[in-house]
């Protein structure tokens, strides 16, 4: 690996840990969902090291995305009145969240002008990408290898999902479901 991998996995490692720790820290069940998005796209930065682009792209568009879009929903459906908000009692909010973004941006140019194929895992030409083919490897081991641990979550996330609202609706109108 090269200095600017081991930086940047680093980088993604050390975040990925805070947004973890983030997750069960936070009082707020937004904060913690937003959290644990923060994990999840330093996860796809972390496939993205491991030459696993498809993995990194499916992280992000159906985890990051969708899966957690779906929680938020549920959350936000649940009444959320109650929760303190953090943001509005940060006096230097606004300029922190623009000196850091300055900052992704800088170390977004950097390591994108350091390499541009680094990232994207283009390497060579297009015979020697079809021969590295981890579209199909990735497949092949979904669906032989880990076929049951991928079917399982989907009522896995269902039941969870109805269960936050039974606690909900227990909460708020205080019937049995």
Known sequence: MSVVADIVFWIAAITAIAGGVGVIAARSPIYSALSLIATLAQLAVLYILLNAQFIAAAQILIYAGAVMVLFLFVITLLGIEGYPFLGAQLPFQRPAAVILSALLLAGVIFFVAESPHWLTGVHGN???????DNVRAFGVQLFTTFFFPFEL??????????????????????TEI
């Open 153 to 174: 979550t989907a009522p896995l996330l269902i039941v969870a999902m109805i269960g936050a609202v039974a606690l909900g609706k227990r909460r708020a109108g205080g």
């Open 126 to 132: 297009f015979t020697q990408q079809l021969n590295t």
